[in-house]
């Protein structure tokens, strides 16, 4: 996948044994798999094998879920995690699930039972993206007409969040209340999980977005 003999490192983490074998039977051809049994496991994996360039992770897990550990990667202070492509693989196909996921910095979300090309597509792309962006500075808002548009093309959150912050406040302005609801399934589970004392600004956000009927 690199260009050399070595192969190019991806990291599976799911608690059912069947499933790491089976997506290790799909990707081992291409990609050289180190797997963990649930997050806690998989972070321990991700500090002891550096180059790792995809994580493939399952949500509900013992010790630390798939949320948790996502949110781990996203702020850890090692971009070589922190800006790591992350694809959830799980059997809970819903929106709720799906939201909370790229709300915490999922890269890209498939539904099991995975089929043997879709998941080798979208590894593929994901980690040759990767390897032809290094250090490259995100877009700018202005070189497209939406900012949804900047968002799709761009490769990871943090890119994506770069292009938000660093956007006229007229391009963010129409979007500004769905940004807003869609990070509250973040806000929440953060708090709860790291008990960072938000419950009472976040009732205020949630007054007032339901007093601008938008909650």
């Not at 992770?57 to 992350?86: F, Q, V």
């Not at 399934?185 to 008990?195: G, K, S």
Request: aromatic share 4%.
């Amino acid at each position: 996948m690199t260009g050399t003999s070595q192969k190019t490192r991806v990291m599976i983490v799911d608690d059912s044994r069947t499933v790491r074998a089976a997506l290790n039977i799909i990707l081992r051809a291409d990609y050289e798999v180190i797997q963990a049994e649930d997050g806690e496991d998989g972070w321990e994996k991700l500090e002891q094998n550096p180059g790792v360039s995809i994580l493939i992770t399952d949500i509900m897990m013992p010790r630390l879920d798939g949320y948790g550990l996502i949110c781990r990667l996203r702020a850890s202070n090692d971009a070589a995690l922190s800006e790591m492509p992350i694809m959830v693989i799980t059997s809970s196909d819903d929106d709720i699930t799906r939201e909370r996921a790229h709300a915490c910095g999922a890269t890209d979300f498939i539904i099991k039972p995975v089929e043997s090309s879709d998941l080798l597509e979208r590894v593929n792309f994901h980690t040759e993206a990767k390897l032809k962006r290094p250090g490259e500075a995100p877009k700018k808002v202005q070189e497209f007409d939406e900012v949804e548009t900047a968002v799709i093309e761009t490769p990871d959150i943090n890119s994506a969040l770069e292009i938000i912050r660093g956007a006229k406040s007229g391009s963010v302005d129409p979007y500004a209340i769905d940004l807003c609801i869609e990070a509250l399934p973040l806000l929440e589970y953060c708090d709860t999980t790291y008990e960072l004392g938000l419950f009472d600004e976040i009732e205020k956000i949630k007054h007032a977005l339901r007093e601008a009927g938008s909650l």
